[in-house]
């Protein structure tokens, strides 16, 4: 009965050391994934911080493979940083231009809206008003280095509209996400 009961202890005792360990090794897999999460994070918010111009560089390269490695952790952190900028025309393309398309270029999708204020010529030229009216949030004459802003109410809309999108996606809703491979150099127009 003694023997019966030593070898129940010790078989108990054997059974819990792995579970133990289990739990320190869940432990450290969880701190090991969130240091990661951390390093993806500063990684993805300072190469969106880094984009500006027209003609992508080197660095604009390496940060696009940087949002297509980790396509919903960069919109987590890009979609509370959309905002409105001035309207007008700008030398190359302002950083907020370029978050838009990285928002555009991830989920394939593109959003445009009408606004009330009267378009130039060369803003009706550039930003291209559809048979709607509607406009995106920027047009570009991209050989030339230059960006034609829309006005700030419709860039409001659309960007109401990708929030409305985003709050809209599931967190396990695979992303539509258009396959820009064959595009070259020229996805950017």
């Known amino acids: 009965m003694l023997l019966a009961l030593a070898i129940l202890g010790a078989s108990a005792a054997?059974?819990?050391?792995?579970?133990?360990?289990?739990?320190?090794?869940?432990?450290?897999?969880?701190d090991a994934e969130f240091r990661a999460l951390a390093r993806t994070d500063s990684l993805i918010l300072a190469s969106l911080a880094r984009m500006r111009g027209v003609v992508p560089g080197a660095d604009t390269m390496v940060a696009?493979?940087?949002?297509?490695?980790?396509?919903?952790?960069?919109?987590?952190?890009?979609?509370?940083?959309?905002?409105?900028?001035?309207?007008?025309?700008?030398?190359?393309?302002?950083?907020?231009?370029?978050?838009?398309?990285v928002a555009q270029r991830l989920t394939g999708l593109t959003f445009r809206a009408?606004?009330?204020?009267?378009?130039?010529?060369e803003e009706k030229k550039w930003?291209?008003?559809?048979?709607?009216?509607?406009?995106?949030?920027?047009?570009?004459?991209?050989?030339?280095?230059m960006t034609w802003v829309a006005p700030r109410d419709a860039q409001r809309d659309?960007?109401?509209?990708?929030?409305?999108w985003w709050d809209g996606a599931s967190l396990s809703t695979p992303?539509?996400?258009?396959?820009?491979?064959?595009?070259?150099?020229?996805?950017?127009?």
């Open 14 to 30: 054997l059974t819990s050391v792995p579970s133990a360990c289990a739990a320190a090794m869940a432990a450290d897999s969880t």
């Open 64 to 101: 696009w493979k940087v949002f297509e490695a980790h396509p919903r952790r960069t919109l987590v952190l890009l979609m509370p940083t959309l905002r409105s900028i001035p309207r007008g025309l700008s030398l190359g393309a302002p950083n907020m231009v370029w978050r838009v398309r």
């Open 114 to 121: 009408r606004t009330k204020s009267r378009l130039s010529d």
């Open 127 to 145: 930003l291209a008003p559809d048979s709607t009216g509607a406009v995106p949030f920027a047009g570009e004459n991209a050989p030339r280095g």
């Open 158 to 164: 659309i960007l109401e509209q990708w929030r409305r």
């Open 175 to 189: 992303l539509p996400v258009k396959n820009r491979s064959g595009d070259g150099a020229t996805w950017w127009y």
